[in-house]
């Protein structure tokens, strides 16, 4: 299926929020062309000259964010300050590449009028290789400009991340589903997947003893879940067998077994630094 450039989506804004990007940025502007949304912001966070003449070159605005620890970060900072002027906004990270299929899938979806936002379906690549099993990944990156903001956290110097991590944005009508996938072309070694998530893990764990001792009710039912099993000493061996077994992750052969044990590992991790900040 081939994109319709006769149906280009004139009330569509996408949304980069990077740093320090470079060669990974051109080509996942590349993918969506100048022909699928109105407009497209860089918003980086570095003075990146690369960056720059990247934007230039694909006439794309480019916004500079520097956090100051406290909310708003990446994301909401865009959306408070430099709202977009169109009906629909997609946040598109830069290892993400639109495929002609997903433009015309998200294209169909934008005209279903009834939804305010959408969850998208992600591609997952392990060593070059993109997997068919285990549980998929989506994501809440696609609703109307109006319908809301990312989740409220008063974070307050957890880590040196800038940009929202697994905050959704709470929208004020009806979200559907698009699961024609993005590909998201990530390309980490093991170390540095391990370092990253190390991030995130640390920044999980104070989230959820925030939103517990708010009794925050903006998780989604799979969130709840996720959180309810990071309490138990056994979140890694739940994640894992989920992943390999009960969604078939071992029809992926080594690559799956890699990826279940690499999350498993992770949540394990989350499970461990609840428990450290607990008793801190």
């Known amino acids: 299926m081939q994109f319709n450039k006769d149906r280009t989506i004139q009330d569509l804004t996408i949304a980069i929020p990077c740093k320090n990007s470079g060669e990974k940025l ?17 918003i980086e966070s570095e003075n990146n000259i690369k960056s720059t003449q990247i934007a230039m070159e694909f006439g794309a605005e480019l916004l500079l964010f520097n956090w100051n620890g406290h909310y708003p970060k990446k994301r909401n900072w865009f959306l408070l300050n430099h709202k977009p002027n169109t009906k629909w906004v997609l946040f598109l990270d830069d290892d993400e590449w639109l495929t002609e299929k997903a433009k015309e899938a998200l294209s169909v979806a934008m005209n ?4 305010h936002g959408f969850w998208l379906k992600y591609s ?3 060593g070059g290789k993109k ?5 998929p990944l989506y994501k809440l990156a696609l609703f109307q400009t109006e319908a809301g903001l990312f989740e409220k956290l008063e974070e307050d110097y957890w880590s040196n991340l800038d ?3 697994h905050e ?3 929208l004020s009508g ?3 589903r698009v699961k024609t996938e993005i590909e998201h072309r990530v390309n980490l070694d093991q170390t540095d997947w391990k370092i990253k998530h190390e991030k995130y893990a640390a920044w999980e764990a104070k989230r959820f003893l925030q939103l517990k001792q708010t009794k925050n009710q903006t998780l989604t039912p799979i969130q709840k879940i996720k959180y309810f099993i990071f309490q138990t000493p056994l979140s890694g061996m739940f994640f894992f067998l989920g992943s390999y077994i009960l969604m078939g992750g071992i029809l992926d052969g080594s690559k799956g077994f890699k990826h279940a044990y690499m999350k498993a590992a992770y949540f394990q991790s989350i499970s461990k630094e609840i428990k450290k900040q607990k008793n801190s």
């Not at 997997?131 to 549980?135: A, M």
């Open 26 to 42: 051109r080509e996942c502007l590349n993918q969506i062309g100048k022909d699928f949304a109105k407009k497209i912001v860089i």
């Open 174 to 176: 009806p979200v559907g």
């Open 168 to 170: 959704h944005p709470i």
């Open 112 to 115: 279903q009028t009834f939804y």
């Open 124 to 126: 997952i690549y392990i």
């Open 131 to 135: 997997l068919s099993f285990g549980y």
């Open 163 to 165: 940009m929202e991590i």
